[in-house]
Nanobody
Framework: VQLQASRGGLVQAGGSLRLSCAAS????????VGWFRQAPGKEREFAAA????????YYADSVKGRFTISRDTANNTVYLQMSSLRPEDTAVYYC???????????????WGQGTLVTVSS
């Protein structure tokens, strides 16, 4: 499966932004999908994941209650809706696909290109 993430952007603190990750080659219903992020000078970290069935979601504590991961099966796209953004959310965001909604990036075999999200204070 090939993954294509949407362009990120610049948003003010407190604002919202939605990232999308489109799949080609296979449908997302065959995979669990995760979103990871890597801030400048830091290691890549887990943000959110969606089970293959689409009925279970998982979030890092740092984004819980502010980020929502969802899937549009008809358009074969997974979204990450980010709200109440903070400067510390600034990072390159990546979508990835795997058999299960792991929180460890090394369990994901398919990756989209990263997209930069910058949150200004």
């Amino acid at each position: 499966v090939q993954l294509q993430a949407s362009r990120g952007g610049l948003v003010q603190a407190g604002g919202s932004l939605r990232l999308s990750c489109a799949a080609s080659g296979r449908t997302f219903s065959s995979y669990a999908v995760g979103w990871f992020r890597q801030a400048p000078g830091k290691e890549r970290e887990f943000a959110a994941a969606l089970a293959r069935t689409g009925d279970s979601t998982y979030y890092a504590d740092s984004v819980k209650g502010r980020f929502t991961i969802s899937r549009d099966t008809a358009n074969n796209t997974v979204y990450l809706q980010m709200s109440s953004l903070r400067p510390e959310d600034t990072a390159v965001y990546y979508c990835a696909a795997s058999a299960r909604p792991y929180s460890q990036d090394y369990n994901y075999g398919y990756w989209g290109q990263g997209t930069l999200v910058t949150v200004s204070s």
